[in-house]
Each structure stands twice: as C-alpha cells, then as structure tokens.
C-alpha cells in the first residue's frame, strides 16, 4: 500500500551537474514528475548529469552516500557509463523522465537493489576507546571525539573584532544555487564569510550558450540566432537569482522562457519582469551589495562593465547592428541589482532586435559581442577579496550575479 | 480545567509523532555507515565539527529585545482593566510606547539591528 | 470524555488542514507557472509515502534526543494553539483564561524547537538555518503581541472564546484593519514559509532539515503545515470572528474561515520574496513594530 | 489526592530533576533547554495555584530568556555542544556545604512559618485584579519599572555594541592588568584594528 503511493510521487532527485549539460537539465527540471531537492539527504535517486572532472569523482561519491537508502544513481550523457545497467543511463539526446520514473518505481517496489555505498564505512579518525573517555576527545578541545576535531582556534572577526571559533571547510561542487564545479575553501565565524580560497574553479561557460557565436567564426550566421542565445543565457542567470531568493515559481517560468527562446518561439519578457519586480526581486538585493569597482568591471568586460556604466559592447562597431540603431544599454550601481537589470534590459533588447530584423544576417568572422565577455585572461581581483564579510546569503546572490565566464575568471586556481 | 486540555493534545501529537519516527525507522533497518554521515556541504568533506563557539550577529538585538518583552508583559493584565480605567489607562499606553519607541530608537541608532 | 474527543477532532482538523495546504501550494505554483498541476490531491499523499519509506539518517554525533524530539514538539505546540480556539460557544478544548499568553508562549518555545532541530543535527547548514531564525522569529513575536493584545482591549479579556464573543457586532478585521496583515506576517515566520524562509531555504540546502530524511522529515514538515494552519485557526478567531457566522453551524463556519485565512497564507508565501535576514531584522524593528505601535494606539482609541 | 494534586507532583518532580540534571550535562544547549523546562513546570504549578496570568508568562518569558541565554553561552564557551565530556561543577566542598546550608534554611523556613489559609476563589478574576493594582496602588512601582528596564536597554546595548555613533566601542581598549599597575592581562591586540585575516 505504502509502496504503491511511494510510486506514484514525483521522483525526488538530487542532481550532480557536470560539464555543458546544465540546459538539458533545465529542460528536465520542469517536469512535474520531478521534484528537484536542494540537498541529497531529500532525494531517492542521484542524477549524474553529464561529465564530472576526474577531481569531482571524490565528493560525487560523497554525495552518493549521503542520499537515505532506498537509493540509486542514474547517468545522463555521460559516455563514461557504459559498463553501467542500462535501466540507470540514458544518452544526452533522451529525454530520462519515463527512464527516471521506471528506475524509481522499481526502487522502491525492492525489485531495483539500493546501491550500497561506494566510501569505506570508517569515520574520518578512529575514535572508539581513545581518549579519557573514550570517545577519542582528549582534555576539552583536543583529540578527534567521534571522530573528528573541534573547530580551529579563535581569531578575531573581521567585522566585530570577537575573537569565537572559525569554521573552516571545502564547499562545493555540488551545491544548490552554487556556480557549478566551483570547489571553495572557506573560513567561517558564525555565518559570515572570514576567508575564501579557491580549490576548484567553476565550469566555463556552457556550451549552448556558445552555438552562434562558434558558428560566426566560420558562417555567415542569423541576427536572431545570435540575439535569442544571449536572451536565453540572460534569463537562465536571471532564474537563477530568482529562486535564490525564495521565488522558485517564477524562477521555473524564467527557465521555461529561456527554453523556449532557444526553440524560436516569440516571447514577453515584460510580464515576467514585472511578477518579479512586484513580489520584491530588487528590494530581496540589498542597494550596494557586490558592488565591484571600476577597474575590476573593465576587467571583467560583458555584461558587468555595462553594468558599471561602460558603454562597451562590440555590437556597437557592426554595421548591421548600426544600421538597427543599437545603442549598448548601461546601469550606473555595478552592484548586483544593476547588474540583474542589466541582464533585463540585455534579454529585452536582444528580442526587440529579433524582432526587429528577424531575417537580418551576420557576416562571417564579425566582431559581435558574446553575452558574456570573451576576453580570456584572469583578472588579479579574485571571488577571494568579493566574499569575505559577506553574510552567506549575501555570499551567494553576489555569485550569482556574474555569469560563469567572469567567475571563471575571478576564480583561477592559485599557483601550486 | 484548561492544562488537561493543553496536555491531552500536546501528549497525544508528541506521542504518535515519536511513534511514528520509531517504526518508521525499525521498518527500514539499514545501519547509517560512516560516509553517510558526513555533514552535507555540497559533496566536500568538512574539518572539523560544526558545533562552534557560533558568532551570533545579532547579540545586541536580543538584550534590548528581553528587556522590552519585560515591559510589554506588563501589558496583558493591562489590557484586560483597560476599558473600565479609561483615560488613566490610555494614558498609561502612552507612557509604555513612549519608552519603546525610545528604546528603538536608541537601538536603531547605534546600529544594533542589523548583522554585527 | 469531552477532552479526549475534542483532542481527536483538532488533530483531524490539522491532518485535513495540512493536507489543504499542500493541495494549495501544488495548485498556486502550477498555476504562477502556467502549466496543468500534477495530481493535485494525491501528490501530499504520494510524497508522505515516499519519505516514510525512506531511511532516516544520522549524522556525525549529533544530539539525537533533541532531534527526534523537536519535529515532535513543533506538531504538539501546534495542537495546544489550536486547542485554545472554540469550535461553537461551548465546546473549547482548553478554556485558558490566558489565552493570547499562551499562544505567545507558543511562539517563544517554537523558536526554540527550531532551533534545537537546526543545533542537533552538528552540520554548519542547520547552524545557519538555526540562529537566523531565532533572529527573526523573536523580533516578530513582538508584533504578534502588540496585535493580540490590541484585540484583547475591546473583550476585556484575555481569553479567546470571549475575544471571539466581542465580535459579536463587528470583526476585529474591520475595526482593527492593521491587525490581521501584521498577524499573517507572524503566521509565515513561525512555519517559516515563503519571505520568512529563514530556516529552513534552499540557498543553505534545507538548512534545519538539511540533514534530515525519512519519517523525522516527514513528521516536520507536518508540523511546519500543522503550524500554519494552528496561526490561521487563531487568526480566523481574533479577526474573523471564529464561529460566529449565520445560517451555517458554528465549527463549519470556523473549517471555512480558517480555510480562507489559509489561502491567503499561500498566496503570500509565493507572492514575496525573501531579503537578506539583516534587512529583515531592521525592517522588523524599524517599520513592522511602530506600525504596531500605531495599531495598538488606533485599537486603544476607538475601544473607549 | 486529586488530579490537580497528582499534577502538582508531577511538576514539582520535573522541576527538580531537570533543575539538577542542568549540572550533570556537557552541552550549553542542553543545560539552556533543560533549565527551561525546570521553569516551565514551575510555571504550571503557579496555574494549578489559580494564578495563570503569572504561570503561563513564566512559562513565555523563559522559553524567550533561556534562548537568549543558550546563545551567549553557545557562544562563548569552550566546547559549546560538550563533544568532550567535562565537570560543570566547581568548587565541590563549598558547593555542597553552601547546598545544604540553603535546602536545610529554606525547609527550616517553610516548616516555621504560617502559611495564612485564604485560598483563592475558584471563580476569582486573577487577572482583572492585577491589572487594577497595577493601574492602581502599585503604579509608582510599576512605572519605575518601566523606566528602569529602558534603562537596561540602554546599558546593554551600551555594553555589548561594537559598532556605534561614536566608531567602533574597543578602539584603544585594554584588558585591566591582574594586579594594581601591572602589564595588561590576556593577549595583546595585535594592531588597534580587528582586520586579521584567518591564513593558512
């Protein structure tokens, strides 16, 4: 009887994204057959979605054992899986729902075995019989009891000047509303950020979202192509930040947007904008937060130099794009909410464009601005100076409003 | 008389919610392993416990928020006399939202309600 | 007889209740996305059969007592806040004479079961969770006391049947309009739902129940839903006049009240979004509390 | 014995062990909670005394204080959680003597003293009439108490706030020396500001 009704609910899933396959994803997370959990601790079945680094394997098979028994994984487009049973894989052009469904069912009918775990059953230190009491802690700070340390020694605070315990530890790279692949070491007292190091840097920007604009290097290429790419990467950040805080419906129609952009369909982006800007999306981000100063926006180029008032968009030189009047959009904060409305505003003006001259094409090999900025070389102000002193909230809306490409560039590993 | 009230409830909910965690988890007897255990943070392991001397960014709100709780405790039995005193009691409220509103505004204005 | 009877009918009433909201919740989010809802009644169902299935887990030395317990003694002191509505004149569970004292001290052990949820579990998620809680949900108490108290002037008492009974000509939504709005707000913060999501988000995983799975998870988010509906039960009293209706029976009158109070809860929690909890905590004290003071003088006023 | 009787027992049971079991545990959240719980059941003997205005605002008040008060000690005791086991009892021979001393004074007291028997009507309006004293003969009290705990929330966030008009409150500060004239005791603040990065 229980497990009957267990069959029926939405598949709960926790997912570990890997490389380029975050829109697939996208497209499966608006399946009402899916409930997506913000921690594994929720989910039945772990969806490996695309390829993970080799260094990511340690903390995916962390994951793993942290999801409650019964469970399984399932691998979507990754062609490591082959020697994996077929009811828990299916290729990256599949659409897994029916596949997910059937391996949750069986899950939890007993007839599909739930994995066992994949990390030895050790704690991190052996405890047992150690110590004065033999739970392996030694005077009142010292020693591994059950296994582990206390916290580090105190350290004044860099807000407060109070000298409590830090917390330091490795976040990432699968965690919910963090830049995917993104592996940090931070340092905690309370819940605001003390320090912040890069173990692992984020994924590059994804391949989608590059299409068009590869394709221009060799082809002459559509105006509409180009600008409804750039939409749905705008609307994708924006989704982001959406359920960020706290507004996970109108997040999900921001992504079905961007899904149907990328099918060429016609959309409004107005409506939404507006839903967003009466539940208090631009009250939910504090004025000031993220601000990034001048040098570091040039640097950064994209989206957030316009966002610190930099008229600099290579669009602005292309003599099609001149002959449609296009004038870059700018904001003047460079915080977090100019840079949310300078994605608004980008996303509203690349489809007023396609509208505009939906037959309008691109020459082969054109200067045309990418939605994020091109330019390769790691800039010298790092995620490591923008997060300390931040509340961990605050932490993560200032991550989620750069687009992958510029953390990438915040975020290079330091040299070994 | 009302306490038998407040407990026959709270009993009965406290009980079966513990009822039903206890055969819910003899139902499904596999042992938690160690690697389960691990604190969740996104698939990194942390180094030490989470239980710290946690930096509480909000100490100064929670001393002025006793001492004007104290205060407005006074305010129920107050409230139950307040139409047959009247004016004397309309005065009264005066004087207690004055001394709020002065506590606030102290507050406010060194900053205490916000994160330290 | 009568208490045993009357704790069976409040604990339906919140299962029901529960139930209601979640149906809601499927139906608002299908709706704000524009797509057909999914099983609208049964996915509650459904998704309790999943996490009762499921194992429940444990972490590294966690303070189990307390963990197993909170979920518990949320759900509980939810039931003793329904417990001090009347259903019709004569039939309340638990006729305290210090009503309104009690729900406030619902409130204060809420947030402490909260917290206890968010300590016991020794992860640094549920830490967060657990202390930016406690830094709205006591601030908001403030505001839930002023609102009461306010409502308790005209009834000259302090007890919920007679609050309701001074409602007789007029509801005290009409007479004290800044009342009820100011009470919902209270009502998302002590289930912590949508704008108030303090404890439990998903920027922190979860956060209180980050580490929580099976039937602990289940019981909890029962008592997140059991709560809500205790606040709107209450709400629906102070406010709407409880029972008091014509035409229909007294406890059918008080079902759809509470029902309609309920929708709104929802609707709010979907309709807002949620600010840094600094900002919420200034908001609290410099904006929500002296619109409750302003509240309180307006109430004081009009009672003489 | 009646109902209310076997209540009374029952809390005054709980109020003890929780009260003493304060002292037994390693963990500050625990010690908070359960010195809470002590309250609490003394708050309910005060409603099985027919005084519910006060039972149930003990109750409200120590659940608001004994959270406030887990925070602090949270906060600055080592080992907060208790993961190593350690004596939360100092100074034994004093403690006990000291112990024994006030249980046996307090009894001595209880069973000297006569107890007036004017039991409350059942049906008394407890709570209209302390709301008259105090709008009535105990409203000086009553004000002053009001101005005293303003007081106490000036001080306090006097005492506790770092951030302030006035910049930052321990610019300068000092620890005192252990004895008269002496060097400054605990650490030294490195520099005058607290900007010291955590590096590892």
Redo the contacts between chains.
Sequence with gaps: MLERLAARAPVPLFVAMGRDRAPAVERLLQSADIDVTATPRHASILLVAGRVRDSDQAYLDRIHDQLPHPRATFWWGDEQGDDVDEAQRAASFDDPVISLRALYRNLISGAHASETHRLPDEPPAPWRGKGDHGQGGEGMMGGVPYGRMMPMPPTPDIRDGLALDVYTTQIGPFMPYWPAGLVLEVTFQGDVIQSAEVVQPPYPPRDVDRVPFDRLLHETTALAQIERARAAHHLVCIARLLSLVGLPTLSRRAQILAARVRANETIAIAPLRKAAARSGLTAALAPGLGRIDDRLARELGGPAQRAAGHAIDDRSDNPMYKRLDFTPVTQTQSDCRARLAQWFDEAEQALALVSAAPDAMIGQGALVEAPWALRAPPVDYRLTELLPGLEWSEALLVLNSFDSAALCRMAPLEAP | ??????F???????A???L??W???RA?R?R???????????????????????????????????????????????????????????A??G???A??????L??????????? | MTPIVLTVAWVAFLLGMAWYIAVLDGLWSAAREGRPPRAPLANPLYRCATMLRQQSNLTEAPDLLNWRLAPALYAGLAGTGVALVPFSGASVLADLEVGIVWWGAVEALTVVVVFLHGWSANSQLGLIGAYRYVAIGLPVMLISMFVLIAAALPAESLAVPKIIESQRELWNVIRQPLGLPLFLLLGLSLSFRGPFNYADSADIAGGTAAEVSGAPRLVWEFARLAMLTAVATVAASVFLGGYLGPWLPGPVWLVLKTAAVLLALVGLSHQLARISPSRMMTLIWTVLLPLSFVHLVWAGVLAL | MNVTDIAFWIFAAIAVVSGWRVFCTDSMVRASFLLMLSFIAVGLIMVLLNAPYLGIATVFMMAVEMMVMALFMVMYMMNPAGLNPMMMVHQHRFSIAAGVFVFAALTGLIVVTRFSSNPVAPDAEVVVGLGKELLGDSMLIFETAGVTLLATMVASVILSSRSGRFGEADTGAVPPPLEPGGEPAGRQPEQASGHAHHHH
Excluded at chain 2, 1 to 6: D, E, F, P, Y
């Design positions: 008389m009302a306490l038998t009230g407040l026959t409830i709270m009993g009965t909910i406290v079966g919610a513990l039903l965690q055969v819910a988890a499904r596999d938690v392993v160690e690697s389960q255990k691990i604190p969740f943070l996104g698939g990194s392991a942390p180094q030490t416990h989470a239980w710290q001397r946690f930096h509480v960014r909000y100490y100064s709100m929670t001393l002025l928020f006793i001492a004007f709780e104290m205060e407005m405790m006074f305010m129920y039995p107050w409230a139950v006399v307040y139409v047959a005193e009247g004016v004397k009691a309309l009264e409220m004087m207690f939202l001394i709020l509103t002065v506590g606030i102290y507050g406010w204005r060194e900053g205490i309600f916000r994160w330290q």
